[in-house]
């Protein structure tokens, strides 16, 4: 059976406001009668714990960076949910990114990376960083080259990788390989789905009734609650007409594919770590959880809703934050 984005996927060349429609559809061809549409978090398996160790020392380490001041932890702080609390974030230099960073916990159920999910794997999401000069603006040859001259790398590289030399395949690999143990788990609301009724409260009960019954579960459900297609910001009403000022990068995903259908189209983002996420959308320009999904009904649903109803929803999406080491609530 193909999968949900597979099959999300081959509507492309649909109109946004009817791929819309068909989302719905979707979600019930793969939900089978009684489960439900998002799933718990499961462990990590088959992860090298050597390479995952080397993974997090190369995730922290400034030095991969032109001016040895900017970390991937510093755009995706662990701590706080592994993204950080700005608009846009500040790379070397100073210099202001182009859009909001997503947090990387979870980031390996996504189904591409990127806002425009320009590509599909960690390891070439590492790219996009390294390379951007308001970034970290490095190459693959200088980070190598500065890596060697450590005087721990060369050892750790080897030990980990057995035998295996600094190379990029192998930062990558090690960097990618420590975001994907990145998972989030015991989340109250996945306790909850495992049959513990006490899990949640009833406000969380009825936030995920309607999170269900107004539609948002269209675009937002698997294990990763979101991440596994793209939508039209502003399919309902021009959300981009209102606000101004269209950027490069307002255009999402046509940026990477040309089609027409595809402009402000982005990948759905991640709820499991909204919690922690503020501010919201691809231009951070939802200051608070509660700002976004007031968004969400404007210009996704075209519908009102009792504040009531978005308070419930709020909490319920606050259900769905689960544990890391790294992560300190």
């Not at 916990?105 to 390294?130: A, K, M």
């Not at 930062?171 to 899990?199: C, H, M, W």
């Not at 929803?313 to 259900?319: D, E, K, L, N």
Request: aromatic share 10%.
């Amino acid at each position: 059976m193909k999968s949900f984005a597979s099959l999300y996927e081959a509507l492309a060349g649909a109109g946004a406001r009817y791929r819309y429609l068909l989302l719905c559809g979707l979600v019930c061809a793969f939900t089978p009668l009684g489960a439900e549409p998002i799933k718990p978090l499961q462990p990590v398996t088959g992860l090298d714990p050597q390479i995952v160790a080397l993974g997090k020392k190369l995730f922290h380490d400034p030095r991969l960076s032109k001016d040895e001041t900017i970390s991937c932890a510093s755009c995706h702080n662990l701590a706080t949910g592994g993204a950080d609390s700005s608009r846009v974030s500040v790379g070397i230099g100073g210099e202001l990114g182009l859009v909001n960073s997503p947090t990387v916990y979870n980031s390996g159920l996504l189904f591409r990376q990127f806002w425009d999910g320009r590509v599909e794997t960690l390891e070439e999401q590492i790219d996009g960083p390294i390379h951007a000069p308001f970034e970290m603006g490095m190459s693959w040859p200088d980070v190598v080259a500065r890596l060697y001259g450590d005087a721990d790398y060369p050892q750790l590289f080897r030990k980990a990788f057995r035998g295996g030399e600094i190379s990029e395949a192998n930062i990558k690999k090690a960097i990618a390989d420590f975001e994907r143990s990145l998972v989030t788990l015991n989340a109250p609301f996945d306790r909850y789905l495992q049959g513990d009724e006490e899990a949640i409260t009833k406000q969380q009960k009825r936030g995920y009734a309607l999170f269900k019954q107004y539609g948002c579960i269209s675009c937002h459900q698997g294990a990763a609650v979101g991440g596994n297609m793209f939508q039209v910001f502003g399919v309902i009403n021009a959300y981009f007409t209102q606000r101004g000022n269209i950027t490069e990068a307002d255009l999402g995903r046509y940026n990477v594919t040309g089609n027409p259908a595809d402009k402000h189209s982005f990948k759905v983002p991640s709820l499991r770590l909204a919690a922690y996420t503020a501010p919201y959308l691809h231009d951070g320009n939802a200051a608070t959880l509660r700002d976004a999904v007031d968004m969400m009904f404007t210009f996704q649903l075209g519908r009102e809703a009792p504040d009531q109803d978005k308070e419930d929803i709020v909490a319920f999406i606050r259900s769905l934050a689960g544990d890391h080491p790294e992560l300190k609530k």
